[in-house]
């Protein structure tokens, strides 16, 4: 029997998550190793260099470039205020002065004798990196960051929008068949993550951005929905950085797909508590997923590797994770054994796949993944 091991999207109850939060430059750690820390908690900070703004003072004064040390009242490192006087010429017997105003709160950077312009700086851009997930602090970064380590339920996606949200899950639909409906979307759910079942629509994203809700996990939305909820055409590139005004975790695919019976009663059974989600996703070479974590017995001790492994045999469940088909859901019908040619002249290992619909159609085996019945 042929067979390969294929990644799947992991659903465990009980792991170890691991998360590496790190400053985009050199900064300060705020958290010791070993410190227990929330996920809203600061663990490190820094500043981002202030935006510049080149001023010609020459060409504005009407001055030769050589001589603007001459007309300058501000010094390099000085601080000046919006609309405070940084330059100005000396006019004939005092009368027809002109006057050189600084056009934001900022210092000078430099001034320039060749080019007869100055920079200024605006003040710096404070960035912090919070945990993220409660957990432990396992490793500090000097300067970068720490390694923030918690005992979770850990779910992934397929797919997903928006960055990073922490707030307590409450599940909408009673059963994973359901579709999220307009009039589930409450005042009451502002800051909760809300799980759905089969489907959810614009309607209810736009619904719940305005309800204040950060994020909704369901099982599938309409491609065209997202296309139009978005405005434009997602590429390949990573996913997360859009500003829905929450973050959307689909789990199954394209389409009205029931929520997997194994992730929607572990969603279920942590309702009420608290969860960490990330939409961010990368489907090409460095694979990335959305991610729901839930953290739970920091006390428990967790002895056992929970990463499944799966063979993939004739009617093994699968997903599609490429274009065209991204997103189906099929079974395996045939393993062909050799390597087999693309269109694209690449040699590679496929397999023939059935959808739900009848159809067949073989795929390289690298654009597919295993999931559970």
Request: charged residues 25%.
């Amino acid at each position: 029997m042929a067979y390969v091991y294929t990644p799947g999207l992991k659903v465990a109850e009980k792991s170890i998550v691991k998360k590496e939060r790190l400053l985009p430059l050199t900064g300060e750690v705020l958290v010791k190793q070993g410190d227990f820390v929330t996920a809203n908690t600061v663990v490190a900070k820094s500043n981002l260099p202030g935006n510049v703004e080149l001023v010609n003072v020459a060409k504005r004064l009407s001055i030769p470039q050589s001589d603007i040390f001459e007309y300058m009242e501000k010094s390099e490192g000085d601080s000046v205020a919006e609309n405070e006087v940084i330059a100005s010429t000396k006019g004939i017997f005092g009368f027809f002065k002109s006057q050189l105003k600084s056009p934001i709160n900022g210092t000078i950077e430099s001034i320039s004798d060749v080019t007869g312009q100055i920079i200024i700086r605006q003040a710096p851009i404070p960035v912090e990196i919070d945990a993220y997930i409660d957990g432990k602090v396992v490793e500090v970064i000097s300067n970068e960051g720490v390694i923030v380590e918690t005992q979770a339920t850990f779910i992934q996606g397929i797919f997903g929008v928006g960055g990073e949200e922490v707030g307590e899950l409450q599940v909408i639909c009673d059963n994973p068949e359901k579709e999220l409906k307009p009039e589930q979307i409450t005042p009451a759910l502002k800051g909760k993550i809300i799980v759905g079942g089969s489907l959810v629509s614009n309607e209810v994203i736009k619904l719940a951005v305005k309800s204040g809700v950060k994020g909704i996990i369901s099982g599938g939305i309409d491609d065209k929905e997202l296309r139009n909820l978005l405005g434009y055409e997602l590429g390949v590139a990573i996913t997360g950085s859009e500003d829905l005004g929450l973050t959307l975790i689909i789990t199954e695919g394209f389409g009205k797909i029931t929520m997997a019976d194994r992730t929607y009663n572990l969603l279920k059974k942590y309702s009420g508590y608290k969860a960490s989600i990330n939409g961010a996703t990368q489907i090409r070479a460095g694979v990335l997923r959305p991610e729901i974590i839930i953290p739970t017995n920091q006390d428990e001790k967790i002895t056992e590797d929970l990463t499944e492994k799966f063979s993939l045999e004739i009617g093994t469940p699968i997903r599609v994770i490429r274009e065209p088909y991204f997103g189906k859901l099929g079974k395996v019908v045939n393993l062909p054994i050799g390597l087999q040619k693309l269109e694209t002249e690449a040699e590679v290992r496929v397999l023939e796949i059935e959808f739900d619909d009848g159809k067949r159609v073989i795929l390289p085996r690298a654009n597919i993944e295993i999931i559970e019945t």
